[in-house]
Nanobody, 126 residues
Framework: VQLQASGGGLVQAGGSLRLSCAAS????????MGWFRQAPGKEREFVAGINWGGGSTPYGDSVKGRFTISRDNAKNMVYLQMNSLKPEDTAVYYC????????????????????WGQGTLVTVSS
């Protein structure tokens, strides 16, 4: 499975960005997908996840109510809509795939995801 994240950039606080992750190989429609982020000097943290059918979408506490994850299985794409961005959202954002097929629950730990994209940098200025 190959993952390609895009959509990062520089945005002012309060602004919005939409990240995209294109998947190829494997059976995308059966995988849970996750977005993680890593700020300089910090550990990689869970941001949002979505199960294979879109029926479960957990979020990290720091982004609840501001970020929305979605997927389009016909296009092998997963998205992260980020609104009301804050300087503390500045990080490299990674998409990841959990290839355990048709899991209902979404995993939230980095070690539980087998495939990772290259990351896209989001910088939020104050």
């Amino acid at each position: 499975v190959q993952l390609q994240a895009s959509g990062g950039g520089l945005v002012q606080a309060g602004g919005s960005l939409r990240l995209s992750c294109a998947a190829s190989g494997g059976t995308f429609s059966s995988y849970a997908m996750g977005w993680f982020r890593q700020a300089p000097g910090k550990e990689r943290e869970f941001v949002a996840g979505i199960n294979w059918g879109g029926g479960s979408t957990p979020y990290g506490d720091s982004v609840k109510g501001r970020f929305t994850i979605s997927r389009d299985n016909a296009k092998n794409m997963v998205y992260l809509q980020m609104n009301s961005l804050k300087p503390e959202d500045t990080a490299v954002y990674y998409c990841a795939a959990d290839p355990s097929p048709y899991r209902t629950a979404v995993r939230t730990r980095t070690a539980e995801y087998d495939y990772w994209g290259q990351g896209t940098l989001v910088t939020v200025s104050s």
